[in-house]
């Protein structure tokens, strides 16, 4: 089955305690992202990757990490996580990077992230 | 700049009625498309529909279909003949063909009533 999966699905940590969401793809696609989503603010772009090695800033980058050594998995890293690092977050990806046509972006379930 | 504006923050529907969600969009960029994905309560994000910007038709998806007025840069959201199991929350979003990102409203809210 084609899909996006995140892992874990809910997290409870503390502040300052490094922690990674994995998200791997199996349909072999190009570009790859990352979103938060809060309430009253929609979906924001953290990073995102248009292929494997490369990867870009998003609109709310500050605190986070990423890396795409492996065309099927984008992990995100929270160094130092903080209270307001509190959010819903997703992993999404699309089969190329370039152009739109019918480039949907496909999302993971979803972590849900609390930072103490 | 690019920007998605969804003006209603809620809606409710009786079953069986259709419901227009209201989607309204900004962008420089020649060519771009318009997506509706629908958001359950579960968290998930579910793709609805697809539009292109020089599609000359509508796009339809079973009960949904997309109302494009590109003069008017709106991408309203139809679902006919509305179902209990689409209270959800739905989000319009854009790409641009110079923009490398999806860019969100900031959803609305559908509750459908028997």
């Known amino acids: 089955e084609a899909q996006v999966t995140q892992n874990p699905r809910y997290l409870i940590t503390v502040t300052g305690k490094k922690l990674t969401v994995t998200c791997s793809q199996n349909m072999n696609h190009e570009y790859m992202s990352w979103y938060r989503q809060d309430p009253g603010l929609g979906l924001r772009q953290i990073y995102y990757?248009?292929?494997?090695?490369?990867?870009d800033k998003g609109d709310v980058p500050e605190g986070y990490k990423v890396s795409r050594k492996e065309k099927r998995n984008f992990p995100l890293i929270l160094e130092s996580p903080s209270p307001n690092q509190t959010s819903l977050y997703f992993c999404?990806?699309?089969?190329?990077?370039?152009?739109?046509?019918?480039?949907?972006?496909?999302f993971g379930p979803g972590t849900r992230l609390t930072v103490l | 700049a690019q920007k998605i504006t969804q003006t209603q923050p809620g809606m409710f529907v009786q079953e069986k009625e259709a419901v227009t969600l209201d989607c309204t969009y900004d962008?420089?960029?020649?060519?771009?498309?318009l997506f509706w994905y629908k958001q359950p309560s579960s968290g998930e994000m579910i793709f609805l529909i697809y539009q292109g910007s020089y599609d000359q038709q509508n796009a339809t998806e079973g009960r949904y279909s997309l109302n494009f007025q590109k003069a008017r840069k709106s991408a309203n959201l139809v679902i006919s003949a509305s179902q209990l199991g689409d209270s959800a929350m739905y989000f319009c979003?854009?790409?641009?063909?110079?923009?490398?990102?999806?860019?969100f409203g900031t959803g609305t809210r559908l509750q459908v009533f028997p």
């Open positions: 990757s248009m292929n494997v090695e490369v990867t």
């Open positions: 999404a990806s699309s089969l190329s990077s370039a152009g739109v046509g019918t480039d949907t972006q496909y």
């Open positions: 979003a854009m790409r641009g063909i110079n923009t490398d990102k999806l860019i």
């Open positions: 962008t420089s960029d020649p060519s771009y498309g």
